[in-house]
T-cell receptor, first 111, second 115 residues
Framework: DAKTTQPPSMDCAEGRAANLPCNHS???????VYWYRQIHSQGPQYIIH???NNETNEMASLIITEDRKSSTLILPHATLRDTAVYYC????????????FGTGTRLKVLA | EAQVTQNPRYLITVTGKKLTVTCSQN?????MSWYRQDPGLGLRQIYY???????DKGDVPEGYKVSRKEKRNFPLILESPSPNQTSLYFC??????????????FGAGSRLTVL
């Protein structure tokens, strides 16, 4: 599975959009991009995933570049409760079931 | 409620005293896995299981054992715990299959301290 690179930390003002980047330059054609987040020391929580097209759900939007080498998770109106560590994972959905979470991006939403 | 349940949530033990952290899921998921989380190192996979009686090593399996005798349960066994196994542990499960929507569901975590 492709490796991902994320900035270690980011700040965002409450009510503004939080844009979290992820670089996955070695992604292959059948690998999905997944985002999870972990609030404090709770279990990570699934946010969104995508393959090629941009995706949106009730939590966030996922923008994947046309070459698929990078993506951005967008929290449209960040709240204090969105303060968490966000993990970007790239993996196939078959074959190996190893997951590489890395250290993620620590997002701090400021009042 | 669909969930992954881990027990105990907190445990302090001593070096060499065998312990088991239990994990149970009620979603009929085939796949289950264990992770440990240490400061600065993120989540690292210990073991995973594709189905009953099928287990495989993750990235940091040393010092741990697992078993999968029933679909719903996937206990993590520390035969002789050492202080370097002090960590926060998570169990997770997901369905197998090729749908992109098959995502991991995590338990609440078990904080283990080995003195």
């Amino acid at each position: 599975d492709a490796k991902t690179t994320q900035p270690p930390s980011m700040d965002c003002a409450e009510g503004r959009a939080a844009n979290l980047p992820c670089n996955h330059s070695t992604i292959s054609g059948n690998e999905y991009v997944y985002w999870y987040r972990q609030i404090h020391s709770q279990g990570p929580q699934y946010i969104i995933h995508g393959l090629k097209n941009n995706e949106t759900n009730e939590m966030a939007s996922l923008i994947i570049t046309e070459d698929r080498k990078s993506s951005t998770l967008i929290l449209p109106h960040a709240t204090l409760r969105d303060t968490a560590v966000y993990y970007c994972i790239v993996r196939k959905n078959s074959g190996t079931y190893k997951y590489i979470f890395g250290t993620g991006t620590r997002l701090k939403v400021l009042a | 409620e669909a969930q992954v349940t881990q027990n105990p949530r907190y445990l302090i033990t001593v070096t060499g005293k065998k312990l088991t952290v239990t994990c149970s899921q009620n979603m009929n998921h085939e796949y289950m896995s264990w992770y440990r989380q240490d400061p600065g190192l993120g989540l690292r996979q210990i073991y995973y299981s594709m189905n009953v009686e099928v287990t495989d090593k993750g990235d940091v399996p040393e010092g741990y054992k697992v078993s999968r005798k029933e679909k719903r349960n996937f206990p993590l066994i520390l035969e002789s715990p050492s202080p370097n196994q002090t960590s926060l542990y998570f169990c997770a499960s997901r369905p197998t299959g090729s749908s992109g929507a098959n995502v991991l569901t995590f338990g609440a975590g078990s904080r283990l301290t080995v003195l």
